[in-house]
């Protein structure tokens, strides 16, 4: 007999998500293994953060009312499409156990965002994964893997890791093949870095379906995932589930007036597009010319292919010297590190610390 409570069989199956290492022991740290913002938060945010000390007594507005009211303002959205959320994470967790549980079945890409499995078992449901061609979603494994217990696809666009990203017209047609009692969760954490002219976060198909939800998040070009702050654009039967789901007071104060001030500060956003789209193809190129395979990206990381280097070789090398990246044998990628886009400095050091395994490391 077992002595204590017993959690649900599946519960036992969820291998737990380790984040990006953030220490080592070097004079100056380089922390790339997260796809935080180099920049920092909005010295906006970092304001409105710190006038809210003196409230600290008071719960949070639990409709995030005035957040909700500036991103729609920023985006041009609804208000009352918009829920809020503990990060992204704690949206899509309840948007896959609101819509799935025990006998179900929830699709993700082959290396999809690791929470999506570990969020589906936590529903009780079954995780499906669908092959990918070249560490890319293919649409057509996603369509080949619907079966009659299919309840949700959940798909990050861009993806991390890998980088990739289906277009508007690629996202159109998967849709069109998707029956239309399955919710399509389009996860666009990465949709402020992804500047290029196909890409679309999916407002437009959230917009026309009633199938549709897009989430974002505050964590990444925001610079804000320590206060942990997300949102989903949905239709409205599914604002009103999500509304049913989630706690009272999910998200808390300091998130709520950091992220109104973030949200509003164009200007952040741009320069770290800008810092992001002038080093991530310097370090792309930096790493091909030192004889290493890299995969576009849209993101604001880049994914590097080690052979015939051994990547935990290297990002041990790079970590004695204070740069911390992250590996990705969790993904099934454990030939390959991803690297976040720094500054200037950070993807110096990464470039010199890869040289400098190299000299130490001849391939043979
Ligand atoms: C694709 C993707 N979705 C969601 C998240 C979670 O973000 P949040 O900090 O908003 O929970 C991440 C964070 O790394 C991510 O890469």
Redesign the pocket.
């Known amino acids: 007999m077992n002595s204590h409570p017993q959690p649900h069989a599946a519960i036992l199956d969820i291998k737990p998500y380790i984040g990006g290492e953030a220490k080592a022991e070097a004079a100056r740290l380089h922390r790339l293994a ?2 935080e913002n180099p920049l920092g938060p909005s010295p906006k945010a970092m304001e409105a953060y710190k006038a809210l000390a003196p409230d600290l007594h008071r719960y949070p507005d639990g409709s995030s009312h005035a957040l909700r009211e500036a991103i729609g303002s920023v985006f041009d959205l609804p208000m009352d499409r918009i829920v809020c959320g503990a ?3 704690e949206l ?1 967790g309840l948007l896959i156990r609101s819509y799935a549980g025990p006998g179900d079945e929830v699709i993700h890409s082959r290396h999809g ?1 690791l ?1 999506y499995p570990i969020q589906t078992r936590l529903a009780g449901a079954q995780p499906v994964s669908a092959p990918e061609a070249d560490l890319k979603t293919d649409p057509k494994a996603i369509i080949g893997a619907i079966t009659p217990a299919t309840k949700v696809i959940v798909l ?1 666009n861009p ?2 890791p890998t980088g990739s990203f289906l277009t508007a017209a690629e996202l159109r047609n998967l849709h069109a093949h998707i029956p239309s009692h399955v919710l399509l969760i389009l ?1 666009s ?2 949709a402020e870095y992804a500047d290029h002219p196909d890409y679309d976060a999916g407002v437009s198909l959230v917009n026309e379906f009633s199938n549709v939800v897009m989430t974002r ?3 990444k070009i925001y610079g804000l ?1 320590a206060l ?1 702050l ?1 949102w989903a654009y949905a239709p409205d039967h599914v604002v009103d589930v999500l509304n049913r789901a989630r706690d009272p007071f999910n998200v808390n104060a300091a998130a709520i007036a950091a992220g109104i001030a973030a949200v509003r500060d164009a200007e952040h956003v741009a320069r770290s597009v800008e810092v992001n789209n002038r080093m991530r193809p310097w370090l792309a190129r930096q790493m091909e010319q030192m004889g290493y395979r890299t995969y576009p990206s849209l993101g604001n990381f880049l994914l590097v292919s080690f052979p015939p280097h051994n990547a935990e070789d290297v990002r041990l090398f790079l970590k004695a010297r204070g740069v911390l990246v992250r590996q990705m044998g969790a993904y099934g990628l454990a030939d390959c590190l991803r690297i976040t886009i720094g500054d200037e400095a950070d993807m110096q050091a990464v470039v010199d610390g890869v040289r400098a395994f190299q000299i130490e490391n001849p391939a043979e």
């Open positions: 997260s796809n990060g992204s994470d899509l965002f929470m990050a993806n991390n996860d954490a990465y998040t505050f964590s995932a942990r997300g």
